[in-house]
């Protein structure tokens, strides 16, 4: 008797278990979930985005880097749904039935470390965009160059993205419409990602790099992250820093002059979402929840605002799933 009712309670026990087990896999199956991957200089924007749709939302959202090129090869390939992409859309990519939201401003800046052997001259003086064409097309080789000075060891050494980079193809067309290849090309050494960019800036006193501006300045802080410095642009190319280009001390100083446009665009760049064709049910909602409450956690978070109009045409492209009049 007593093993009959044992043998009962563990069939029970086994039945009560598979149930349990069928209920977490239906729930798990009707639970959806996002996929993103792509431009690191949208990457950290998007983790606070994710984090905080998740909180009001039944719903995963799984985000990954890797670089625009990868974002958009993704969503063709049907790897993610979203595509973080960090520079304008080609036109393949257009005709290949690409759909892109901009939601959000940032910039890329051309970045040395503070033990540079002309620093202080760089602070003083900045550096025109032809200067920083000479340097990024291996046009000039020694730091001292620029100043009309000789000193020892000031060798430049350049360093590219190896990787399909939003922020590569921005500042080759800031230089003067040129491509990533033309940097890569004449670049001492490519890496891949904007973190890998910084650490090498950081590990060499005659380094010049590019990099998305959070990777510049601290978010919390306001201040630089570590030895990496930001270049001043000479704007108005006299040789002299004048007053009203001498905003790159703190973040939010930065932040107003690249609103107001004083620091140029390009550099300063929209930032997309790609779907492959319009998109679609919860994927759509999630972003259009980033283009109506997620605009609140671009500013804490070093990025910059669409402004009210522009905001508003992205939401209509998204709702009608075409970036074109009827």
Not at 60 to 65: F, S, Y
Not at 237 to 244: I, K, Q, W
Not at 286 to 297: P, S
């Amino acid at each position: 008797m007593k093993k009959r009712i044992v043998y009962i309670f563990l069939t029970l026990c086994f039945f009560v278990s598979v149930l349990a087990s069928c209920s977490k896999t239906a729930e798990s199956a009707v639970r959806p979930s996002i996929r993103i991957s792509g431009a690191w200089a949208l990457y950290p924007m998007m983790v606070v985005w994710a984090d905080e749709y998740m909180k009001i939302h039944d719903i995963d959202i799984e985000v990954t880097g890797g670089g625009a090129g990868k974002g958009i090869s993704d969503v063709f390939s049907n790897q993610s749904d979203i595509g973080m992409v960090s520079r304008p859309l080609k036109q393949e990519e257009l005709e290949q039935g690409a759909f892109y939201v901009a939601v959000a401003k940032d910039t890329v800046i051309a970045i040395i470390n503070e033990n540079n052997p002309v620093y202080e001259d760089i602070m003083d003086k900045g550096l025109s965009r032809e200067d920083l064409r000479r340097i990024f097309l291996g046009e000039v080789s020694h730091w001292g160059e620029l100043f009309n000075i000789n000193i020892e060891d000031d060798e430049i050494v350049v360093y590219g993205r190896a990787d399909s980079s939003g922020a590569a193809s921005v500042w080759a067309s800031y230089l003067g419409g040129y491509t990533e290849a033309d940097l890569q090309n004449n670049s001492d050494s490519n890496v891949s990602g904007d973190q890998p960019m910084a650490n090498s800036v950081q590990g060499d006193a005659n380094a010049i790099g590019f990099s998305n501006m959070n990777y510049v300045y601290n978010a919390e802080t306001g201040g630089y992250i570590e030895s990496i410095r930001p270049i001043p642009i000479d704007l108005n190319g006299n040789d002299v820093l004048d007053n009203d280009e001498r905003f790159y001390d703190n973040r939010d100083v930065f932040l107003k002059n690249v609103t107001e446009g004083i620091y140029p665009s390009p550099p300063t760049r929209e930032e997309y979402l790609v779907g492959n064709g319009p998109f679609e049910g919860h994927v759509k909602d999630f972003v259009k929840w980033i283009l109506e409450g997620g605009q609140n956690f671009l500013e804490p978070n070093g990025y910059v605002g669409l402004v009210e109009n522009e905001r508003e045409k992205e939401l209509e492209y998204l709702i009608n799933g075409s970036r074109h009049a009827d």
